[in-house]
């Protein structure tokens, strides 16, 4: 895998608004938010897109919706929150290092898809 933007965030190349870290990922804010609440959620260990997952990845991904969750009561929004994940360009992944984005804070129209 290319050495990404999240990789360089992860490894401290680049600073970054973190919200959580522990030793499976890492929480920022992301830069573009699409609403008020909108972080990214990124593995350490590196994916390209969610497709490329492998059996070995299960405890590291079930981890990633766990520490959503946590992240989501952390920042009070648990009552009310998306979680997305896009995989491949077509579907409006633009960073080939898997991630979760945790989108609140704002009314999402029935039938309409964010993110």
């Known amino acids: ?8 965030i992860i490894a401290g190349e680049i600073p970054a608004d973190k919200v959580y870290e522990d030793e499976h990922c890492i929480a920022i804010n992301d830069i573009n938010p699409q609403a008020p609440v909108h972080v990214l959620v990124i593995p350490k260990q590196p994916i390209e897109k969610l497709a490329d997952a492998r059996p ?4 590291l991904l079930g981890h990633l919706m766990l520490a959503a969750g ?6 009070g929004v648990d009552d009310a929150f ?7 360009a077509g579907a409006g992944q ?5 991630h979760l984005h945790i989108i609140a804070g704002r ?3 029935e039938g309409k898809m964010v993110g």
């Open 107 to 109: 009314s999402f129209a």
């Open 82 to 88: 998306r979680l997305i994940v896009n995989n491949g």
């Open 70 to 75: 946590n992240i989501a009561r952390q920042l």
């Open 56 to 59: 070995d990845d299960q405890a």
């Open 1 to 8: 895998m290319a050495d990404t933007k999240f990789a360089k």
């Open 94 to 98: 633009t960073v080939f290092h898997l």
